[in-house]
């Protein structure tokens, strides 16, 4: 059974940085786009960053653009998602999501993800 398993949420000032992490078992992400998603409340999912397959070339809302970073560990099966200069704006939960029929988008979609994790909660304070 392919699970997804977000870590590295927080609660932290405006200004900090945090690092989330996405596991998967029994899916092999590095030969999948992975994407990140977030969640604020009362607001739409929407997408934040995608790291694809093909020679890792990754993808960002222009929100996070310049502050938030994708990377793969294929060692260990984990995906990062590294967010620098937070915002109150970025308080959310953040969901990592994959699937076989998925693929990053400059639009963000999550059109054929079809494993998600539970997400993690980022909580910034102005």
Known sequence: QV???E???GSVQSG???RLSCVASAFALDYHAVGWF???PGKE???VSCISQVDDRTYYADSVKG???AARDNAKNTVYLQMNS???DDTAVYYCATGFRFWCTTAMSS???DYWGKGTLVTVSS
């Open 45 to 47: 999912r929407e997408g």
């Open 3 to 5: 699970q997804l398993l």
């Open 7 to 9: 870590s590295g949420g």
């Open 111 to 113: 059109g054929g993800a």
């Open 38 to 40: 977030r969640q604020a």
């Open 86 to 88: 937070l915002k109150p």
């Open 67 to 69: 502050r938030f970073t």
């Open 16 to 18: 900090r940085s945090l």
